[in-house]
């Protein structure tokens, strides 16, 4: 199976703060990789496809880069409704993988 | 508009089965591979099924395989689970999930609200 490693678990920033999390997959896996927003009650939604691909309504600020075994997603200006934990997934080889997760509170 | 609504969760007995479905509208439910993912209270997201668009193709994470039985039904858009010899570490929100490329293993572009599973005696 391929484990996807995410750093860090968790990441305190304030509003207006830049920040960027790291996904490790445990081989190469292209760039079929997705990053998905889990607030507290809510379903989780769908931000980034393919590596680098917005998904439609998603605000610019998201944005995600990387291919094979390293990827990023970044968010370039933090609003308060960004707080909330952020989980990376492969759909490259079955089973599909999801990294551990890493919550974004305020600093 | 894309709607998923699960529906089927409740409190089990360890050992015993339960019957999740989802109802799909707003899409061409036929053409898509669907997927459940859990959440246990506390952790995070993992994948338990995928069914391919017409149920050619189905795939479990070792932790539910033999246990649990995912299908569909195009005709009514309806997606399952079918649960079984069910275990503590079962508990969990079940989100039934819609794969964003018809043709292609995809990410999941629409997730329900889940439905929660709980396993306790």
């Known amino acids: 199976d391929i484990r996807m490693t995410q750093s860090p678990s968790t990441l305190s920033a304030s509003v207006g703060d830049r920040v960027t999390i790291t996904c490790r997959a445990s081989?190469?896996?292209?760039?079929?990789v997705a990053w998905y927003q889990k607030r507290p009650g809510e379903a989780p939604k769908l931000l980034v496809y393919k590596a680098s691909r917005l998904e439609s309504g998603v605000p610019s600020r998201f944005s995600g880069s990387g291919s094979g075994t390293e990827f990023t997603l970044s968010i370039s200006s933090l609003q308060p409704q960004d707080f909330a934990t952020y989980y990376c997934?492969?759909?490259?080889?079955?089973?599909?993988?999801f990294g551990q997760g890493t919550r974004l509170d305020i600093k | 508009e894309v709607r998923l609504l699960e529906s089927g969760g409740g409190l089990v007995q360890p050992g015993g089965s339960l019957r999740l479905s989802c109802g799909a509208s707003g899409f061409v439910f036929s053409n898509y591979d669907m997927n459940w993912v859990r959440q246990a209270p506390g952790r995070g997201l993992e994948w338990v099924a995928t069914?391919?668009?017409?149920?050619?193709?189905?795939y479990y994470a070792d932790s539910v395989k033999g246990r649990f039985t995912i299908s569909r039904d195009n005709l009514l858009s309806t997606l399952h689970l079918q649960m079984t010899s069910l275990r503590v570490e079962d508990a969990a929100i079940y989100y039934c999930t819609k794969e964003r490329d018809a043709y292609n293993p995809d990410a999941f572009d629409f997730w329900g609200q889940g439905t929660l599973v709980t396993v306790s005696s």
């Open positions: 081989q190469s896996i292209s760039d079929w």
């Open positions: 069914v391919s668009s017409s149920e050619k193709n189905i």
């Open positions: 997934q492969q759909y490259s080889v079955y089973p599909i993988t």
